[in-house]
């Protein structure tokens, strides 16, 4: 005999007035989304260390483009 049973009188589970006038403003729900699930870039200017590899990446291509 198993132990779980049906309870057949749940209430329903639409939103309350309150949830829906909440969540009707869209610009904010989507600024709080992007605010959570996704990170801030950084422009590569202020990334020290990607600035770094490119400016040395570019010095080299420059100095094999001068020996040839």
Same mark, same amino acid.
């Given at each position: 005999?198993?132990? %779980?049973?049906?309870? /057949?009188? &749940?209430k329903? *589970? &639409? #939103? /309350? *007035? &309150?949830?829906?006038?909440?969540? $009707?403003?869209f610009?904010? !729900?989507s600024? $709080?989304? &992007?605010?959570?699930? $996704?990170? #801030?870039?950084? #422009?590569?200017?202020?990334?020290? $260390?990607? %600035?770094? !590899?490119?400016?040395?990446?570019? !010095?080299? %291509?420059?100095?094999? %483009?001068?020996?040839?």
């Amino acid at each position: 005999m198993r132990k %779980f049973q049906r309870i /057949t009188n &749940e209430k329903s *589970k &639409e #939103p /309350t *007035k &309150e949830q829906m006038v909440r969540y $009707k403003d869209f610009a904010s !729900l989507s600024h $709080k989304y &992007e605010r959570l699930a $996704k990170r #801030p870039k950084k #422009p590569l200017y202020r990334d020290p $260390k990607l %600035f770094l !590899l490119l400016l040395i990446l570019g !010095l080299m %291509f420059l100095l094999v %483009f001068l020996e040839s």
